[in-house]
């Protein structure tokens, strides 16, 4: 079995010494020399030359077009107004019936029954929702109506459009009534019918629903 041993005698010491010396020096020349390959002189300049590559005028070119042509297929403006004649709206309601603590969900559906593209009014400005019972008129969503908006909606053709659903409290409503408390409506099977605007088109049928 063999073991390492400090060298015997001067000559010895120093030829022991001076390979020491080498082999740090070897070791010193390696680290120098990944330190001059990771931080070398002109890195940082090479790095801003990087971020300052011109893209070329074609690419850019053929970008601008393509966004252009974008922008015209689907800008309102050169899309035809819908007709009242097709469109069709629908009220819809989230259930048919509702115990004593459920709110009514209410909303609305607008398709296009035309053959082509149309663009349609479907903000909040022209659209309504309306609850009856018999002849009585008993809750209109205009009433009290705040911040109505104008939003022009393109509409293909055959696609229905859904509103999100908004509730109703189960209580009367009129212009008067908007700061004070409201009447709250009969329940115990009492029934109602919700009919729907949008975009100048009334609903031709109304959807029906019970209080309990």
């Known amino acids: 079995m063999s073991s390492w041993k400090e060298p015997v005698g001067e000559k010895g010491k120093r030829v022991y010494v001076r390979r020491r010396i080498a082999v740090l020096i070897g070791i010193l020349a390696f680290i120098a020399a990944i330190v001059l390959v990771v931080i070398r002189p002109g890195a940082s300049e090479e790095t801003v030359e990087r971020n300052s590559v011109e893209v070329p005028k074609d690419l850019v070119q053929i970008e601008q077009g393509d966004k252009k042509d974008e922008k015209k297929s689907g800008d309102p403006e050169q899309i035809p107004a819908c007709t009242t004649a097709q469109l069709q709206v629908l009220?819809?309601?989230?259930?048919?019936?509702?115990?004593p603590d459920q709110e009514p969900?209410?909303?609305?559906?607008?398709?296009?029954?035309?053959?082509?593209?149309?663009?349609?009014?479907?903000?909040?400005?022209?659209?309504?929702?309306?609850?009856?019972?018999?002849?009585?008129?008993?809750?209109?969503?205009?009433?009290?109506?705040?911040?109505?908006?104008?939003?022009?909606?393109?509409?293909?053709?055959?696609?229905?459009?859904?509103?999100?659903?908004?509730?109703?409290?189960?209580?009367?409503?009129?212009?008067?009534?908007?700061?004070?408390?409201?009447?709250?409506?009969?329940?115990?099977?009492?029934?109602?019918?919700?009919?729907?605007?949008?975009?100048?088109?009334?609903?031709?049928?109304?959807?029906?629903?019970?209080?309990?």
């Not at 819809?92 to 019936?97: E, F, K, P």
Request: proline share 3%.
């Open 105 to 212: 969900m209410l909303s609305l559906s607008i398709e296009n029954t035309g053959k082509a593209d149309c663009v349609a009014e479907l903000g909040t400005a022209g659209m309504k929702f309306e609850i009856t019972s018999g002849s009585d008129q008993i809750w209109r969503s205009t009433d009290c109506q705040k911040d109505a908006d104008h939003r022009s909606v393109v509409l293909k053709p055959g696609e229905a459009e859904m509103t999100e659903p908004i509730p109703w409290n189960r209580e009367r409503s009129g212009t008067e009534t908007c700061e004070m408390d409201r009447e709250k409506v009969v329940a115990g099977g009492a029934s109602y019918h919700l009919k729907v605007t949008a975009a100048g088109v009334d609903s031709r049928s109304t959807a029906q629903f019970q209080l309990y």
């Open 91 to 99: 009220p819809i309601t989230d259930a048919s019936s509702y115990g």
